[in-house]
C-alpha cells in the first residue's frame, strides 16, 4: 500500500497528527519535498513533539523514515532535531532514518539570503520563515547547490564548495552589499554538521524500490498545503516546492511507483501563517477568539496564525488538486464553543459572486467572503471515539464539509492526543 498524507488548504491542517496516527499500519514514511520551514505537531507518549524535517513516523522505533530527493535540508537543523528526540528517548539510527543522497543541502548562506531579501522588500515582503527554502530551491534549479551525496566524497567537496562561494558572494557581497561568505566557514559547518549524517546517506530509489518489492507499505508525508503548492497555489505567497500527491513518488525517489490511496487532511476551520490573500480571514473578536481556542501558532517560527471559518472554495480546490480519495477532518473539537460555526460558502469578486477557486492573485486580492452560518454544537466532545456519541449538530457540520468538498470524511480528529480519534466508515 502506497499512501500519500497532504495538506488540502494553506498548510497546518494536522497532517503530523495523523500521520503519527496512521503509520502504525506502514512500514516506512517518507517527506518528500520542503525542509525546515513548517512543522509538524505530534503528541504522543514522548509528550509534544514539534518536527520540522524529520518524518512523523520517526516516533515509532518500529517504522523507517526516509527525507527523499524533493527535499532541501538544513543539517545543523537535523543536527538539533535528532539531538532533541534522542534526549527524549528516541532511538535514531540508519536503519530508522534513511537520507536520501540526492537531496538538496540548505546551506547558511541561503538562510542569509532569505533574510536579506526580505528585508529589501520591506512592506511587500512575501512573509518568508527566513529559514534559506526560496534560495536554496533557486540554486538547486540553476544547479548550483551541494547534495548530500557530496559528502561521501570528501576529496572533491573543497573545490566544489569554493567554486560556489566564489558565485554566490556576486550576490551576497556585490548584490546585498553583506559581508563575503568564506569557504573556510562553511567547510567547518558542512563538516560540524553533516559528517555524522554520512552512515545514513544512501540512495533512497534503490531503498524504496526494494521495499515496494517485498511488499512493504509506505507512506508519503507532504509539508504545508495545496494552495501552498509552487505551481497551483496562491502564487506568488507559496512555498517553493510541490506540495501536491502527484509530486510524492517522484519527490521520494520513485517516479515508476503509483499511489493506492491520498488522504488530504483538513481542518473543521481556516488558518494560514504568512502573507498574501486569505479571503475567509476573521478579525477582531470574533478571529481572537477562534485563534486562542485552536492554539493556532506557527509550529516552526511561533506567528500567530490567521484564521477563518471553514472555506468551502479553497477546501474544494485543495481536494481535487490532491486527488484525495478521502479526508481527515481535524480540530473540529475548538468549534465547541460557538453558537453559530461560521462557513465561507462563495466569494464575491469584483460584485460578482464566485463559487470556484480564482487562479490568479488579481482576483484573490480582491475576494471578499460570503458567509453562512451553521448552528453549533456548543459542548465537548474531545471524549467522544465514535460518530454515535456525536452531537447531531456535529454530524451536520461533518456531512456538510464532506458534500461541499465532495470526497468522504474517514477520519474525524477530536482532540490533539494520538487516541482522540474517530473512524467514520
Not at 518500529?62 to 537535523?78: C, F, K, Q, S
Amino acid at each position: 500500500m502506497l499512501t500519500s498524507i497532504v495538506g488540502t488548504n494553506w498548510g497546518d491542517e494536522g497532517k503530523g497528527r495523523m500521520v503519527d496516527l496512521l503509520s502504525k499500519s506502514y512500514d516506512i514514511v517518507v517527506r518528500y519535498q520542503g525542509g525546515n520551514n513548517a512543522g509538524h505537531t505530534v503528541v504522543n507518549e514522548y509528550g509534544k513533539t514539534v518536527l520540522n524535517l524529520l518524518p512523523s513516523g520517526i516516533l515509532r522505533p518500529e517504522t523507517a523514515n526516509v527525507l527523499g530527493p524533493g527535499m532541501v535540508i538544513d543539517l545543523e537543523h537535523l543536527s538539533k532535531e535528532t539531538q532533541t528526540l534522542k534526549d527524549r528517548g528516541v532511538e535514531i539510527t540508519p536503519e530508522h532514518l534513511v537520507l536520501s543522497s540526492r537531496a538538496t543541502i540548505c546551506l547558511p548562506y541561503h538562510r542569509l539570503l532569505d533574510v536579506l531579501e526580505e528585508e529589501r522588500l520591506g512592506s511587500k515582503k512575501f512573509g518568508s520563515t527566513r529559514r534559506g527554502i526560496s534560495p536554496v530551491y533557486a540554486d538547486k534549479y540553476m544547479k548550483k547547490t551541494l547534495r548530500l551525496g557530496d559528502l561521501l566524497y570528501p576529496a572533491t567537496l573543497r573545490e566544489k564548495v569554493e567554486d560556489l562561494v566564489e558565485w554566490k558572494n556576486l550576490t551576497v557581497e556585490k548584490g546585498y552589499g553583506s559581508a563575503p561568505i568564506k569557504a573556510d566557514g562553511l567547510m567547518d559547518w558542512l563538516l560540524a554538521y553533516g559528517k555524522p549524517f554520512v552512515p545514513f546517506v544512501r540512495d533512497t530509489s534503490l531503498y524504496l524500490q526494494e521495499a515496494i518489492t517485498a511488499g512493504k507499505s509506505i507512506m508519503f508525508e507532504a509539508q504545508l498545503g495545496a494552495l501552498r503548492d509552487v505551481d497551483f497555489g496562491i502564487y506568488p505567497y507559496t512555498s517553493a516546492s510541490s506540495t501536491l500527491a502527484a509530486y510524492a513518488t517522484l519527490g521520494a525517489g520513485i517516479p515508476f511507483a503509483a499511489l493506492d490511496q491520498v488522504i488530504g487532511i483538513m481542518k473543521a476551520y481556516s488558518s494560514c501563517v504568512g502573507e498574501g490573500p486569505f479571503t475567509c480571514e476573521l478579525f477582531g473578536e470574533e478571529g481572537d477568539k477562534l485563534r486562542e481556542a485552536g492554539a493556532e501558532y506557527g509550529a516552526a517560527t511561533g506567528r500567530p496564525r490567521r484564521v477563518g471559518g471553514f472555506d468551502v472554495v479553497a477546501s474544494r480546490y485543495g481536494t481535487k488538486m490532491q486527488g484525495c480519495t478521502a479526508i481527515a477532518l481535524t480540530k473540529l473539537d475548538v468549534l465547541s464553543y460557538m453558537e453559530m460555526i461560521p462557513v465561507c460558502v462563495a466569494y464575491e469578486i469584483r460584485g460578482e459572486r464566485c463559487d470556484s477557486f480564482p487562479s490568479g492573485i488579481d482576483d484573490l486580492m480582491v475576494a471578499k467572503p460570503i458567509y453562512e452560518y451553521l448552528p453549533g454544537f456548543h459542548c465537548d466532545i474531545s471524549h467522544c471515539r465514535s460518530i454515535e456519541e456525536l452531537p447531531r449538530e456535529a454530524i451536520d457540520y461533518i456531512r456538510f464539509i464532506e458534500s461541499a468538498v465532495d470526497c468522504p470524511i474517514r477520519y474525524l480528529s477530536v482532540g490533539p492526543e494520538r487516541e482522540a480519534y474517530i473512524w467514520m466508515p
